[in-house]
């Protein structure tokens, strides 16, 4: 059974440039995480989605960071205009329900210069 | 406030000796509790989990945890580290029954031949 996807894997793009990532979640999982993993920390969340409709965002920045799940399978995380202290990785998780275990994908490192 | 602690940044073993990763927690009530790997360039990988019961968890990879409630601990171990074991740990809280998981800073393993 194919894991988590996501692409890229890395990412270099200078500062106010806009980026954008994919994931791919596990078939037939219903509920897909985004989080964020700073450099030396632990991953933090910040977007759910339960299906096609985000049920937890209050931890994304809605003001540079969007996310999609159009269909309810893949997802986008979007960031325009990019900044120096979005420079982390991007992991997207997914899980059967939001109370099963949370599998998660290799990440998207992003370098913003 | 709810949180988890790692106090541990770096860890260095030689292969073969035995492993103890601590992790403590800050939690109004029983939480589930977790252990992740992260090894470069991979997502997060499960390593065993303590809902409620039997309070050592025999994981994957020949890990093992104790949930000690009285000391908010969730220590990770391993009798003989193998080289391949070189990676990043993270514990993770989380209320019973939902997504909302909290994880430490995470333990950077290093293995010596």
Do not use: M
């Not at chain 1, 931890?59 to 997802?75: C, H, I, M, T, W």
């Not at chain 2, 601990?73 to 019973?96: I, M, Q, T």
């Amino acid at each position: 059974e194919a894991g988590v996807v996501q692409s890229p894997r890395y990412k270099i793009i200078e500062k106010k440039q806009p980026v954008a990532f994919w994931c791919n979640p596990i078939s037939g999982h219903n509920t897909l995480y985004w989080y964020l993993q700073n450099l030396g920390q632990g991953p933090e969340l910040l977007i759910r989605y339960e299906n096609e409709e985000a049920v937890d965002d209050s931890q994304l920045p809605k003001d540079r960071f969007s996310a999609e799940r159009l269909k309810g399978v893949d997802s986008t995380l979007k960031i325009q205009p990019a900044e120096l202290g979005d420079s982390a990785v991007y992991l997207c998780a997914s899980s059967f329900t939001s109370s099963n275990e949370q599998f998660f994908g290799p990440g998207t490192r992003l370098t913003v210069l | 406030a709810q949180s988890v602690t790692q106090p541990d940044i770096h860890i260095t073993v030689s292969e073969g000796a035995s492993l103890e990763l601590r992790c403590n927690y800050s939690y109004g009530a029983t939480p589930y509790l977790f252990w992740y790997v992260q090894s470069p360039g991979q997502g997060l990988q499960l390593l065993l989990k303590y809902f409620s019961g039997d309070t050592l968890v025999q994981g994957i990879k020949g890990f093992e945890a104790e949930f000690k409630r009285s000391q908010s601990s969730f220590n990770l171990r391993k009798p003989s580290v193998h080289w391949s074991d070189a990676a990043e740990y993270f514990c993770a809280v989380g209320p019973s029954g939902t997504y909302k998981y909290i994880f430490g800073t995470g333990t950077r393993l290093k293995v010596l031949a």
